[in-house]
């Protein structure tokens, strides 16, 4: 069975960091396309982050940039995302992402694998 566990959410103060990570079980994501999305309540999920197969290319939305940083380890099989400069607008569940059939892509409909995701709230 495979399986997204993410861990490293929690309560911070504006301004804090935390560091998510993304463990896949069940089979190698080493060479697949792997995002972090988020959803605050009675909004969208929103993407994130997104990092390629090969690891040597990222891509952000606006309102993170500078800010989060999204990386992987292969020996792992895990994906991180490092969130500084945390503001209270960044408060939602974080979920993690696989992609077996694409390079990249924005959509949550183009990832095939879904953690059940991890609260992040900031405080003002």
């Known amino acids: 069975q495979v399986q997204l566990i993410e861990s490293g959410g929690g309560v911070v103060q504006a301004g804090g960091s935390l560091r998510l990570s993304c463990a896949a079980n069940g089979r190698t994501f080493s060479n697949n396309a792997m995002a972090w999305f988020r959803q605050a309540p009675g909004k969208e999920r929103e993407f994130v982050a997104h990092?390629?197969?090969?690891?040597?290319?990222?891509y952000y939305v606006d309102s993170v940039k500078g800010r989060f940083t999204i990386s992987r380890d292969k020996a792992k099989n895990t994906v991180y995302l490092q969130m500084d400069s945390l503001r209270p607008e960044d408060t939602a569940v974080y979920y993690c992402?696989?992609?077996?059939?694409?390079?990249?892509?924005?959509?949550?409909?183009?990832?095939?694998?879904w953690g059940r995701g991890t609260q992040v709230t900031v405080s003002s």
């Open positions: 990092i390629r197969g090969s690891g040597d290319s990222t």
């Open positions: 992402a696989a992609g077996l059939h694409v390079l990249f892509t924005t959509t949550a409909s183009g990832y095939n694998y």
